[in-house]
């Protein structure tokens, strides 16, 4: 490949690159494209760019063992494993995404999907249980409440903390649902208690609509996503533990926005600036096979709803995948320092603090006689190759921030990644729509099209003004155009 003409597309915490040459003098009418990183998004760029037959597609993966990034479904922990019990990465479709690309892969594979099914609030301060009705009463406040904000957030024309934007709407308003109650599901929420959390590019939808469980795994979409020998998969040598610190340093997202990577020629000062406005926030995955089901069977998810900061993030969410897979298991959430924390923990201290936990939920009476009999975790805080979970966008980020990372580097360098996606940050169907993106824009040969050097590039605000002028000028001309007809 001739590397003085290589294209190369950055992903952020997915570490996603495509490299990209003009190789049609050496291989026919095929120029080559290297995708650094197999997740998703790499993955769907590469059938895509595969597919038009135009491209000679590799696929540079750091992971020896295996290619799907954050989708990771560890068949290796359960004999005869489904898949939702072991996805350690991803394992929900969002359903209020309209047009989810992957919900169309799992339609067409035939794989099988099943509601999350309802939610069980617990809140020990207060002896109180919610299900049902009563436990939708008090999400529907939170949702409106939420609503409140973002519209506060708009209104005064900067954008706000989200956590404390509900917060003080809570303070003022009058609510429906106990006022403590609700404070400690907004602590208990996750995305909507990340610290700096930005309000304007907060979407409800993204959050409240994670319904839909894989039952085969969602390994099973990747796999689609790969069959007939469609790319060349090269591994990333592995380096020996000596020189891995130094190695992965340069390689993940974390030390992306310290700058230890250095970019020849570097890329555009926007990009930097977009890349230190998200956030990285943390998670991780237990999954725990006991001797028998001690929990009611009927009911989806059991949340531990509590203003206790010692259980933050600890396990408070149980995901009953009995209902899945017809085994006694339970898929418990960590979220920020407590996930931190645990990757640290034996796994005589994961079940201690997991007894603990469900003992709050579901009282002593219930946990007699109860053993763990399987442990099964991730690990992503500490995995050299993803350092972190979660994206999200900070205060003060503007929506035309992201055209530096949704257009390429001309002319060699294109982008992908959940990152990259604004919509659709931090899921799974963001980074295969990001991936597309990229591969639109190779096929398109965006870069033939791109302004001379020199000349600026319009951002999408600059864009939509523009196109508000000429439509008001447009309307003007109709409005003439009307009145002299009348
Ligand atoms: C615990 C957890 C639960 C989640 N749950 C859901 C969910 O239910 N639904 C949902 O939609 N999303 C979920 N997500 C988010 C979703 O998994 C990600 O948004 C998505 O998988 C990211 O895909 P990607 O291709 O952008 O990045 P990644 O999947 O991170 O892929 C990047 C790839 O690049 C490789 N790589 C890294 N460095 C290098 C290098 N230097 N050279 C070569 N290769 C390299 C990595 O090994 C990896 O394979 C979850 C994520 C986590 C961690």
Redesign the pocket.
């Known amino acids: 490949m001739d590397c003085k003409k290589c294209m190369v597309l950055m ?7 495509v490299v990209m040459g003009d190789n049609s003098k050496n291989e026919g009418l095929q120029k080559q494209v290297i995708i ?9 760029a590469a059938r895509k760019l595969q597919n038009t037959g135009q491209y000679a597609v590799n696929v ?4 020896r063992e ?7 479904t560890d068949r290796s922990s359960f004999k005869l494993a489904r898949g939702m019990e072991v ?8 359903s209020m995404v309209k047009d989810n690309p ?1 919900a169309k892969i799992v339609s067409d594979g035939e794989l099988e999907v099943k509601s999350a099914g309802s939610v069980q609030l617990h809140f020990p301060e207060k002896g109180q249980v919610y299900t049902g009705d009563d436990a939708n009463k008090i999400f529907t406040e939170f949702y409106k409440i939420t609503l409140q904000a973002m519209k506060k957030a708009a209104d005064s024309g900067k954008d706000l903390d989200l956590k404390k934007a509900i917060q003080s709407v809570l303070r003022d308003e009058e609510t429906v649902a106990d006022k403590t109650l609700l404070s400690s599901v907004l602590e208990s929420h996750y995305t909507m208690s990340l610290s700096g959390h930005s309000t304007q590019l907060f979407d409800p939808k993204k959050e409240f609509g ?1 319904d839909t469980g894989v039952i085969d795994g ?1 390994d099973q979409i990747v796999d689609m996503r790969t069959k007939k020998g469609e790319h060349t998969f090269c591994r ?1 040598k592995e380096t020996s533990t000596t020189d891995r610190g130094e ?1 992965d340093k ?3 997202f974390g030390v992306l926005k310290t700058e230890t990577v250095i970019f020849d020629p570097p890329l555009p000062k926007g990009w930097k600036k977009t890349i230190e406005s998200i956030g990285i926030g943390f ?3 237990l999954v725990l096979q006991f001797n028998k089901v001690f929990w009611p069977e009927d009911i989806g998810i059991f949340t531990l709803v509590t203003s206790n900061q010692d259980d933050m993030g600890m396990l408070q969410t149980w995901v009953n995948l009995h209902r899945y897979v017809n085994k006694p298991l339970l898929m418990g ?1 960590l979220h920020d320092q407590a996930a931190v924390r645990f990757e640290n923990m034996t796994d005589n201290e994961i079940k201690e603090n997991a007894i603990n936990i469900l003992t709050k939920l579901f009282g002593e009476e219930k946990m007699k006689d109860i053993t763990i009999t399987i442990v099964t975790k ?1 690990k ?1 805080i500490s995995d ?3 350092l972190g ?3 999200y966008p900070k205060v003060g980020i503007l929506p035309e921030m992201f055209d530096s990372l949704t257009k390429p580097v001309c002319p060699y360098i294109y982008f ?5 996606s604004l919509e ?9 729509m ?2 597309i993106r990229a591969a639109d824009q190779i096929i398109s040969n965006y870069c033939a099209k791109e302004p001379l050097k020199g000349k600026k590039v319009e951002t999408s605000k600059e864009k939509t003004k523009k196109e508000k002028k000429s439509e008001k000028k447009k309307e003007n001309q109709n409005g003439d155009k009307l009145k002299d007809e009348l």
């Open positions: 992903i952020k915490i997915s570490m996603i690159a650094v990183g197999g997740g998703i998004a790499g993955l769907a540079l993966e750091a992971r295996r290619y799907g990034g954050r989708i990771f996805d350690l990465g991803t394992n929900w479709l969002n992957l994670w969602f990333t190695q340069k390689q993940s998670s991780n995955k959430m991730s992503w050299n190759k993803v979970t979660t994206s992908a990644g959940e990152y990259t659709h940050m931090n899921t799974a169907h963001g980074a295969y990001s991936g």
